[in-house]
């Protein structure tokens, strides 16, 4: 019985820099886990089921060792649902291309620019032919214009003996009609020019990284007078002191085992909020001071339960918020009770020191 299947888009770059994602408990290793992986990793290119990575990067990622991601790509080849060369650093999911035929033409051309930069191996040859087996499900009415799309894509990097027409209609014995092997008269010359442009690019690359390093140089520069590292930290322990104060259980041993991340991570929110907002570190601490003294209203809203985070500092000390206005009166309203009773306490040692009441 042919699944129809039931299919969902995926963030692919949650795996690095999704910052809810990356909260939640780390996958332990195991072959679904990994298998999930694949087939929604930020290494996976535009053609369906291919993932330019190797064991190294898998593992940084997931945070396992590199002999549990080579184990399980073991159980998973031995499943017959991968194929993988960890010297090219190449990984294909082998019935993944018949889930995602292309849609269009431009399709076509799209994945030929990304067969492209396919490191060069055995596994790449096996791709071409999944690539080309897609094609055996589009419609006669369609077929001229899908194999003109392949055969002006994908012969960019098969110029020298790619064939230089294509059956209007696929045979039905598809696998047998399709090359076993990339063709041993592969342009070396072309070869030659990729290389070449491969190394201009390198050296394109290194001095753009060179600009960008001098300019955010002078930028940290500029942002960094007259704030140092002790105010921000001293202004991230009192946040985080707030922060933890309001966690139980489970959520407040994660918040103590990870402490130096958190501090970090508050410590880089308060430049921010020095450099970019303009706020003084005085008046981010006069904030921090009044949520961590809030308490709940008659309506139970309270700061200090809103506030349980950098970010949300960050947010409720912006021009729409009134937190930072509230926070002002509170601590006028207590250096006035400070003040009045230092008064009394004046008068109290001049009466004494007259011998009546001053």
Request: net charge positive.
């Amino acid at each position: 019985m042919n699944d129809p299947g039931i299919y969902r888009k995926v963030y692919v770059r949650m795996w690095r820099y999704g910052s809810s994602f990356q909260r939640l408990s780390r996958l332990k290793p195991s072959g679904q886990a990994l298998w999930l992986y694949l087939l929604t990793s930020e290494h996976s290119i535009i053609i369906p089921g291919v993932v330019v990575a190797g064991p190294l990067s898998i593992a940084e990622t997931l945070g396992w060792s590199v002999e549990s991601v080579m184990q399980l790509l073991g159980e998973l080849a031995a499943s017959e649902m991968i194929e993988y060369d960890t010297a090219a650093r190449v990984i294909v999911l082998k019935k993944s291309a018949s889930y995602q035929k292309p849609q269009n033409p431009n399709v076509l051309y799209a994945w030929g620019k990304a067969f492209c930069a396919i490191p060069e191996c055995e596994l790449k040859n096996k791709i071409y032919s999944m690539v080309y087996q897609t094609l055996s499900s589009v419609s006669d009415s369609k077929m001229e214009s899908y194999t003109k799309a392949f055969g002006e894509s994908f012969p960019q990097s098969f110029p020298q003996s790619f064939p230089q027409s294509f059956p209007q209609s696929l045979p039905q014995s598809l696998p047998q009609s399709l090359p076993q092997s990339l063709p041993q008269s592969f342009g070396h010359q072309e070869q030659e020019q990729e290389q070449e442009q491969e190394q201009e690019q390198e050296q394109e690359q290194k001095k753009n990284q060179k600009k960008n390093q001098k300019k955010n140089q002078k930028k940290n520069q500029k942002h960094t007078r007259g704030v140092d590292a002790d105010t921000t930290r001293n202004l991230a322990l009192a946040l985080y002191s707030h922060v933890l104060s309001r966690m139980a259980g489970k959520n407040k041993q994660r918040v103590e085992q990870d402490r130096e991340q958190y501090l970090t991570r508050y410590q880089q929110t308060m430049r921010l909020m020095i450099d970019r907002d303009g706020h003084t570190p005085d008046q981010i601490l006069e904030v921090i001071q009044y949520i961590q003294g809030s308490k709940p209203g008659r309506d139970g809203f309270s700061w200090g339960d809103v506030v349980l985070s950098d970010r949300k500092l960050r947010h409720h000390m912006g021009p729409e918020s009134n937190l930072r206005i509230k926070a002002t009166r509170a601590k006028q309203r207590s250096d006035s009770k400070t003040l009045a009773t230092d008064t009394d306490d004046i008068n109290t040692c001049m009466g004494d020191l007259l011998g009546g009441e001053f």
